[in-house]
């Protein structure tokens, strides 16, 4: 779901799509659906999934 929601926001340019994904994921997303996204990792997301996913896990552990 992470890699579709990417590619919904790639015309935005990879900085500002990434940005929105995280948006997307931090204000619609269950904290289960979070957590399972950071124990799965990177593997087989989008680059600007993947930089979301980054994005998502430094945020929650500040």
Same mark, same amino acid.
């Not at 790639?10 to 204000?27: M, P, S, W």
């Not at 593997?43 to 945020?59: C, E, I, K, Q, T």
């Given at each position: 779901?992470?890699?579709?929601?990417?590619?919904?926001?790639? %015309? #935005?340019?990879?900085?500002?799509?990434?940005? %929105?994904? #995280?948006? @997307?994921?931090?204000?619609?997303?269950?904290?289960?659906?979070?957590?399972?996204? #950071?124990? @799965?990792?990177?593997?087989? *997301?989008?680059?600007?999934?993947?930089?979301? #996913?980054?994005? *998502?896990?430094?945020?929650?552990?500040?």
């Amino acid at each position: 779901m992470a890699n579709q929601i990417a590619r919904n926001f790639a %015309a #935005l340019g990879e900085e500002k799509a990434v940005a %929105a994904t #995280l948006d @997307h994921i931090e204000k619609f997303w269950d904290p289960r659906m979070k957590a399972q996204l #950071l124990d @799965h990792g990177a593997d087989g *997301l989008s680059p600007v999934a993947a930089r979301a #996913l980054v994005a *998502l896990s430094v945020g929650l552990s500040t």
